[in-house]
């Protein structure tokens, strides 16, 4: 099947990024090691990487290039009318690196375009890669921004399985790291935010991965150390022959607790594992048939 040049651009545009992410860290260990003068370049860089902007014109580009197109079929659905604002996104799963959820949001016409996606931390500080995330309008996922941004009214998107839910990543079954990442329901219930679970099947196809050593993997993700190892025919781009679609389920209404308590929290948490496990029940049958889903 013939791919668009423009979709072909646009995931070698993420290669570009994988490379950044090489130097950035070569650079790095350079610095710590033997070539101490690159301390306060990399350390200047980093404080002017973290005053730029969202670029509105870079967003624009990529949009044009219509990378979802790059794949067999693509396609975004939601089970009822998505609100406009003080809305929480989350995704799963994560993925290697978040492929389908980052391009879904230059996809024009669709209910994600207003939506402000956060991202690690720690991406955003490299130097030269980070800097490719704050021109597409990535911010940090930090409490104090989240904070920030529900109560403004946002629509926040986020990956809540985080590193470990990345290192996870198998062809072979949906897994999401979930059980224990319940911050975001305390800030839902604070501000009276409503969450839409979001499910991403194809996500997990994209690379072929391997499972040996997942507890010493997960371990340095404690660290905010990547413990994937991926690959695919064309190396780190994406295989080409795969189907993504995006299923967004039905807002999950929370009330407003100013102080909510451990037990609010669980409650809720325990709501919305439910209400992602039902939405993948519903589609499974459709976009992963015989592909399990486990929740860690």
């Avoid at 529900?150 to 198998?170: C, N, R």
């Avoid at 992602?276 to 486990?294: M, N, S, T, W």
Wanted: hydrophobic letters at 45%; one cysteine or more.
């Amino acid at each position: 099947m013939a791919r668009p040049i423009k979709s072909i651009i646009e995931t070698l545009l993420y290669q570009i990024w994988i490379v950044l992410m090489g130097i950035s860290i070569y650079l790095i260990y350079r610095a710590v090691t033997q070539d101490y003068w690159l301390i306060p370049i990399l350390l200047g860089f980093i404080v002017f990487q973290s005053k730029v902007q969202k670029s509105n014109l870079f967003v624009q580009f990529l949009k044009s290039l219509e990378v979802m197109k790059f794949f067999n079929k693509n396609s975004i659905q939601t089970l009822e009318k998505v609100r406009d604002k003080n809305v929480i996104f989350a995704f799963h799963p994560h993925g290697i690196y978040s492929y389908s959820t980052i391009s879904n949001t230059h996809t024009p016409g669709t209910f994600f375009e207003n939506m402000v996606l956060l991202g690690s931390n720690m991406a955003l500080l490299f130097p030269i890669a980070g800097l490719f995330l704050k021109f597409y309008g990535i911010q940090g996922a930090n409490p104090d921004n989240f904070k920030r941004l529900l109560s403004s009214g946002a629509q926040v998107g986020l990956l809540p399985g985080g590193f470990e839910e990345a290192t996870m990543t198998s062809p072979k079954e949906n897994r999401i790291f979930i059980k224990q990442r319940k911050g975001f329901i305390y800030y839902a219930l604070k501000y009276g935010t409503i969450i839409y679970p979001v499910f991403v099947f194809g996500e997990n196809t994209l690379f072929n991965t391997i499972d040996w050593f997942l507890p010493l993997r997960l371990w340095l993700n404690k660290f905010k150390l990547a413990g994937t190892v991926f690959w695919s025919r064309f190396l780190t781009i994406p295989e080409p022959n795969r189907e993504i679609h995006t299923i967004c389920g039905k807002g999950i209404v929370l009330p407003q607790i100013e102080k909510p308590s451990r037990e609010d929290v669980e409650k809720y948490h325990q709501i919305y594992i439910q209400a992602v496990k039902d939405l993948y029940d519903q589609y499974a049958p459709l976009y992963a048939k015989g592909i399990p889903l486990k929740i860690y």
